[in-house]
């Protein structure tokens, strides 16, 4: 049913409507991983994972209609009082699997296209250069990168690196002690091994909060992307709480127009109208809502 709805919003040009709608603001998509797997695999069973060549038609459609900037770019953006240009669309990346280095950077590389990966530190392990050899096997589905293939990637292309804390640990579930411990040595370990600009954090789960943005704020981050959907104010949108638009592996054609357009952030929103989230929910977006987001805040 919910294929049948995209399309039909995408074939009467509702699609083309909200990106106009939302010209002025940016777009950041929310990947996880890409794969060579032709089907979805035993432990992917979200479906978190974007087979390679839907990921590769996906950004074929980004470069025929949207503007990719960087993360960084957006900000500096704000900053300075700068216009993007219409149709600007951020790509992140959660989790830091492998499967980043050999399946997406590839794609993004003969693109030539920037994208932000946010890394587990803990499951980052020390490593080298990984050499020319990057071919993809299915362990790069459920491993991490590692520090050598990290600064590989930021040396080889447009890539920034950010933080998905130490643990991946629920935030509001851990003391202010644990969070703030979360926060600073994930932040210093990404400094350390990788230098450069304070980087930006995305929140385990999608789940946050305003004390939660305020410690990230004075913790040092850049910014911090949450799992809420809708498009960007490039000013008045909290740079803390920057809405992200979940894709999965069966986002293709009118789907991921529909999630790109900022359609799907809409029927989102109207279906919190007539379902309206309980007292104590979390500020994260409800994956409940009638036309659920690709994936699951649950591997965010």
């Given at each position: 049913?919910?294929?049948?709805?995209?399309?039909?919003?995408?074939?009467?040009?509702?699609?083309?409507?909200?990106?106009?709608?939302?010209?002025?603001?940016?777009?950041?998509?929310?990947?996880?991983?890409?794969?060579?797997?032709?089907?979805?695999?035993?432990?992917?069973?979200?479906?978190?994972?974007?087979?390679?060549?839907?990921?590769?038609?996906?950004?074929?459609?980004?470069?025929?209609?949207?503007?990719?900037?960087?993360?960084?770019?957006?900000?500096?953006?704000r900053r300075e009082g700068r216009k993007l240009p219409d149709y600007s669309v951020v790509l992140t990346?959660?989790?830091?699997?492998?499967?980043?280095?050999?399946?997406?950077?590839?794609?993004?590389?003969?693109?030539?296209?920037?994208?932000?990966?946010?890394?587990?530190?803990?499951?980052?392990?020390?490593?080298?250069?990984?050499?020319?050899?990057?071919?993809?096997?299915?362990?790069?589905?459920?491993?991490?990168?590692?520090?050598?293939?990290?600064?590989?990637?930021?040396?080889?292309?447009?890539?920034?690196?950010?933080?998905?804390?130490?643990?991946?640990?629920?935030?509001?579930?851990?003391?202010?002690?644990?969070?703030?411990?979360?926060?600073?040595?994930?932040?210093?370990?990404?400094?350390?091994?990788?230098?450069?600009?304070?980087?930006?954090?995305?929140?385990?789960?999608?789940?946050?909060?305003?004390?939660?943005?305020?410690?990230?704020?004075?913790?040092?981050?850049?910014?911090?992307?949450?799992?809420?959907?809708g498009a960007n104010d490039p000013a008045r949108t909290d740079p803390f709480a920057l809405g992200r638009?979940?894709?999965?592996?069966?986002?293709?054609?009118?789907?991921?127009?529909?999630?790109?357009?900022?359609?799907?952030?809409?029927?989102?929103?109207?279906?919190?109208?007539?379902?309206?989230?309980?007292?104590?929910?979390?500020?994260?977006?409800?994956?409940?809502?009638?036309?659920?987001?690709?994936?699951?805040?649950?591997?965010?």
């Amino acid at each position: 049913m919910k294929r049948i709805i995209f399309a039909l919003l995408h074939g009467v040009g509702v699609t083309r409507l909200a990106a106009w709608w939302n010209r002025k603001r940016v777009i950041i998509l929310c990947y996880h991983g890409v794969t060579e797997r032709g089907t979805r695999g035993p432990t992917d069973p979200h479906g978190i994972h974007v087979p390679r060549p839907l990921f590769e038609s996906q950004l074929d459609y980004l470069r025929s209609r949207y503007h990719v900037v960087s993360l960084r770019d957006y900000l500096a953006a704000r900053r300075e009082g700068r216009k993007l240009p219409d149709y600007s669309v951020v790509l992140t990346f959660d989790d830091g699997f492998r499967n980043f280095l050999t399946a997406a950077a590839p794609c993004l590389a003969r693109r030539k296209m920037p994208a932000s990966i946010f890394i587990i530190t803990n499951n980052t392990a020390e490593g080298g250069d990984p050499g020319p050899d990057r071919a993809w096997t299915p362990a790069d589905d459920r491993t991490h990168l590692s520090w050598g293939e990290v600064r590989a990637l930021v040396s080889g292309q447009d890539i920034e690196v950010g933080s998905h804390t130490c643990s991946h640990t629920r935030l509001p579930a851990l003391s202010p002690e644990e969070t703030g411990r979360e926060l600073r040595d994930s932040y210093a370990a990404v400094v350390e091994n990788l230098g450069g600009a304070p980087p930006a954090l995305s929140y385990p789960k999608g789940e946050y909060s305003a004390v939660l943005s305020r410690l990230a704020r004075a913790t040092g981050y850049a910014c911090a992307v949450t799992a809420d959907g809708g498009a960007n104010d490039p000013a008045r949108t909290d740079p803390f709480a920057l809405g992200r638009t979940l894709i999965g592996d069966k986002d293709g054609g009118a789907a991921f127009a529909v999630r790109v357009s900022g359609v799907r952030d809409w029927l989102a929103r109207l279906g919190s109208i007539f379902s309206p989230r309980a007292p104590g929910a979390s500020s994260a977006r409800a994956e409940d809502a009638p036309l659920p987001a690709a994936g699951s805040a649950e591997n965010l």
